[in-house]
């Protein structure tokens, strides 16, 4: 394993069509180079960001069709640097489309490939529901892979409210989590770094949150702040919740073994038995359940 990872994050204001966002991808990709980064990381619906159903369906297709993983592989091969994607949706075979993010080497060969598990229907501020299901269907894989920088984590925006995920990581491995993120004003607002932060001190991990910023072209509102947190729970980049923008970051691998060492909370998790004392409910399981703050990756 090297030393260190160098990683260049762009916050960008993704457009509803492809080229303009391919246009974004590959002038961020050669100032990563020039900056001599290791690896570009991108937020999600880097790709496309379309809430026009139609419009997006005209444009969206399955992964070896797709032109912005196309071109994250050929300017990964041009720089001879990693590419995390952000995301892009590609087709599924319901019917609905996955949100999908690849990790890609500096031979321009897709590593890995991760759907985003845990969708966003949620009610915010009493309005409709934000159903991210009826357009896409939920990933069922949680992805590490094996890099020169160690184990690296794959997630997805709303995922980050599902510490578990990020524990299985942690326990196998992951020196490195990857969170990249279109987050509304309001949950940013409350949630975004505290989330982030709380991920990588629990986890003693870098996270890596590339994000949405700014007013897009389909209506949307995101909150920006991409940013990279240390294993001890540093803010070491924050790209502001105004414009586009870059930044390049050392993040020094061996940090992640310092964290762990001085709080082995990973090696101090004990698997407990939780017993609801209280009048008996017709919802509540008969016995009670087994819970584990370990676990094995699958």
């Known amino acids: 394993m090297t030393d260190t990872l160098r990683v260049s994050m762009l916050q960008m204001t993704s457009h509803n069509t492809h080229d303009r966002n391919i246009e974004s991808l590959s002038t961020a990709a ?39 993983i196309a071109a994250c592989r050929e300017e990964a091969a041009k720089h001879g640097i990693w590419i995390h994607s952000g995301s892009s949706p590609v087709k599924a075979p319901d019917g609905r489309y996955f949100n999908h993010t690849v990790l890609i080497d500096p031979a321009g060969e897709i590593l890995a490939r ?17 159903g991210e299901s009826s357009r896409y269907a939920p990933g069922t894989d949680a992805v590490l892979v094996d890099t020169p920088f160690g184990p690296l984590g794959m997630s997805i925006c709303y995922d980050l409210r599902f510490p578990h995920l990020y524990r299985e990581y942690a326990l196998a491995g992951a020196t490195v ?55 001890w729970g540093e803010v070491l980049a924050d790209l502001g919740g105004a414009v586009a ?48 703050s370990t676990g094995a990756l699958t």
Do not use: C
């Open 30 to 68: 050669k100032r990563a180079a020039d900056e001599g980064a290791d690896m570009l990381t991108l937020p999600e619906a880097a790709g496309l960001m379309d809430r026009d159903k139609d419009h997006a369906r005209a444009q969206i297709t399955q992964e070896s069709h797709d032109p912005y």
């Open 114 to 130: 991760y759907d985003k598990i845990h969708l966003f229907d949620v009610f915010l501020d009493g309005r409709d529901a934000t």
């Open 177 to 231: 989590m990857f969170v990249p993120s279109a987050f509304t004003v309001p949950t940013g607002r409350a949630h975004w770094e505290v989330l982030l932060r709380a991920r990588a001190i629990e986890n003693g991990a870098y996270v890596i949150a590339p994000a949405q910023v700014g007013d897009h072209a389909d209506g949307r509102a995101t909150w920006g702040h991409s940013l990279i947190i240390s294993p």
């Open 245 to 292: 923008g870059q930044v390049t970051v050392d993040l020094p691998l061996d940090a992640v073994a310092a964290a762990r060492r001085q709080i082995p909370n990973l090696k101090n998790a004990r698997a407990f038995d939780l017993r609801h004392i209280g009048p008996a409910r017709n919802d509540m399981p008969s016995t009670p359940a087994r819970h584990s």
